[in-house]
């Protein structure tokens, strides 16, 4: 297991960043140690948590959820960690989420004791920096999707970059934005969360800002530097750092969004966006034919409950999901098609949004 580093000041800050450039100018072994997958250390004022798989872009592992857990609670109780600051390795991402393929292997196998321990206690994670009694600081620079929105979203300070990308696909690999993703999808301005967690489609730089996945906008250039003034003066070098906010691009489509996604099922969904003129709408229309149609129905259903629902329920919720969700055969598919073998080409059941059998998404939730 990865240990909190007790170095001080900046022996301790030089050594991480020592430690990041050789994760983004080295590929990853295969026989990493969770210490190398992983890194945590206290720098000056703040206990820092690197994810260091940059070569997958940094997707999590059960490993490295334990070991982010654990340096968290051993960040709380250290009276010299006055903040905490996670980051992703290289410029690439900041976190692209699960490692998924490992999640179809022990599905297929029906051996779900991996899957079930991986959910349980990513979700007890997301809930843990929700209640974080410290600044929690994520700085997000290039991917950022699913879990690594579900290690950035729950807590109160999170930066972007102009590289930033969100987005929550999954509905194009047959499940469904979890991770608390049906609780705070919801709550997005109007149906803009509805709207990315149907399509999967991506918010990138400042938009995220206004979206609301991040709460401060600053260049990649000025990025380093904010990270190493947080280990200064702590979470003060935010506004320090903080840069004018770019217009939002999508600011002339959000009523139309929001009356689009406003419908009461995807049929009715699609029925607007295909009588809505503009290009964004096209753009919608079209994810929404490409993804699995079961699993927009599911999806839809989650974020109506969801919206109602304080986030230890959603995660509970969530957590009873995966196992029927994932047990649907549109899911091992999804996996294959977009990850496994990459032919972009899954054959769904059913295969259009007007065929989708609404007594098999009812199921889903008993």
Excluded at 284 to 300: C, D, I, N
Excluded at 320 to 344: H, I
Aim: aromatic share 8%; hydrophobic share 45%; with cysteine.
């Amino acid at each position: 297991m990865a240990s909190v580093s007790r170095q001080p000041g900046l022996e301790a800050a030089a050594g991480f960043r020592q430690t990041k450039r050789r994760a983004k100018d080295q590929p990853e072994s295969p026989d990493m140690t969770e210490d190398e997958t992983l890194i945590t250390r206290r720098d000056g004022r703040v206990g820092r948590i690197l994810l260091n798989r940059p070569r997958v872009l940094n997707t999590l592992t059960l490993d490295m959820v334990r070991v982010f857990t654990q340096a968290l609670h051993a960040f709380r109780d250290d009276p010299h960690v006055h903040a905490v600051v996670v980051e992703g390795a290289g410029d690439r991402a900041f976190c692209a989420g699960g490692d998924i393929r490992a999640l179809r292997d022990g599905q297929l196998s029906g051996d779900r004791t991996g899957v079930e321990a991986f959910f349980r206690e990513e979700y007890d994670l997301n809930l843990l920096i929700s209640a974080y009694p410290k600044p929690y600081i994520a700085l997000i620079d290039g991917i950022c999707m699913g879990g690594g929105i579900g290690v950035s979203a729950h807590g109160p300070y999170r930066v972007a970059t102009e590289h930033a990308m969100f987005a929550m696909p999954e509905t194009a690999i047959g499940f469904f934005p979890d991770i608390g993703g049906t609780f705070f999808l919801p709550r997005l301005p109007g149906q803009l969360g509805i709207h990315l967690g149907l399509t999967g489609l991506r918010t990138t730089g400042a938009d995220a800002v206004h979206a609301g996945f991040a709460t401060h906008f600053t260049s990649r250039a000025n990025l380093p530097a904010l990270s190493e003034t947080l280990a200064e003066i702590g979470v003060a070098a935010l506004a320090r750092f903080a840069e004018p906010l770019p217009p939002c691009t999508i600011a002339s489509d959000l009523a139309a969004i929001d009356r689009c996604f406003a419908a009461d099922t995807i049929g009715e969904i699609a029925a607007r966006l295909a009588a809505e003129p503009g290009g964004w709408a096209a753009a919608a229309l079209k994810a929404l034919r490409t993804v699995s149609p079961t699993a927009l129905g599911f999806t839809l259903e989650a974020f109506r409950r969801g919206a109602d629902m304080t986030l230890k329920q959603t995660l509970d919720a969530e957590f009873l999901l995966t196992r029927t969700t994932m047990a649907y055969p549109d899911f091992a598919e999804g996996v294959r098609a977009m990850v496994v073998d990459k032919d972009r080409q899954p054959k769904w059941q059913p295969t259009r949004i007007e065929d989708i059998d609404q007594g098999v998404v009812d199921a889903m939730f008993r």
